[in-house]
């Protein structure tokens, strides 16, 4: 089955810090995959997106590749900021006429510190 | 526009009540969804809507029901609430089949239920 294994967290970082949050799937056939972010007392906003292999989604300074040959798609920051503490997901989604799949992580909580 | 909107905010039962969430969204959107959100856990689909009339079941749709008789309003039911079902729910929608593959949801602000 479709599955999604991100790292645990927290993750705590200074400002200006490198991010690197991990994320792994499994799935049959090709699913498109995602990020979204969520701030307190918020729902879910999407961060960025990739739809097919060796593509890169990038918004905010964020930015994560689909790699196909390891199943993966780490999101990756150069210089998080304070206003980056959130929590992070990664998701995958499949959609099958009548059984569509959308399939999250438990979510990263980071925090960065002034 | 409103955008999604959820209702109540927050609510307490106890096992075995039975109560409607209610989820409506004003930007004619065919495409709606419930998810609930457990701690360490990421969201997980309950049961999703294509359009009026169409409902499919997600990864976790036990215990609730829903029905879609117009495109603004998606409600999802729980017919006798266990302890299990302590969470917080959000709905989500999107223009269509085509937006939502494309991860463009738009989350309301969430229902945080707590069944004693």
């Known amino acids: 089955g479709n599955s999604v294994t991100q790292m645990e967290g927290p993750v705590t970082l200074s400002e200006e810090a490198f991010l690197t949050i991990n994320c792994t799937y499994t799935?049959?056939?090709?699913?498109?995959l995602f990020w979204y972010v969520q701030y307190p007392g918020e729902g879910l906003q999407l961060l960025l997106k990739?739809?097919?292999?060796?593509d890169k989604g990038s918004n905010k300074g964020f930015e994560a590749t689909y790699r196909k040959e390891t199943t993966s798609f780490h999101l990756e920051k150069g210089s998080v900021q304070v206003s980056d503490s959130a929590v992070y997901f990664c998701a995958l989604i499949q959609l099958m006429n009548r059984d569509d799949k959308i399939i999250f992580g438990k979510g990263t909580r980071l925090h960065i510190l002034p | 526009n409103a955008g999604v909107t959820q209702t109540p905010k927050f609510q307490v039962l106890k096992t075995g009540q039975s109560m409607t969430l209610q989820c409506a969204q004003d930007m004619n959107h065919e495409y709606m969804s419930w998810y609930r959100q457990d701690p360490g856990m990421g969201l997980r689909l309950i049961h999703y809507?294509?359009?009026?009339?169409?409902?499919d079941q997600g990864e976790v749709p036990n215990g609730y029901n829903v029905s879609r008789s117009t495109t603004e309003d998606f409600p999802l039911r729980l017919l006798s609430a266990a302890p299990s079902q302590t969470s917080v729910y959000f709905c989500a929608s999107t223009f269509d089949r085509g937006t939502a593959l494309g991860g463009e949801q738009f989350f309301g602000p969430g229902t945080r239920l707590t069944v004693l």
């Open positions: 799935a049959t056939g090709y699913p498109s």
């Open positions: 809507s294509v359009g009026a009339g169409i409902t």
């Open positions: 990739a739809t097919k292999a060796d």
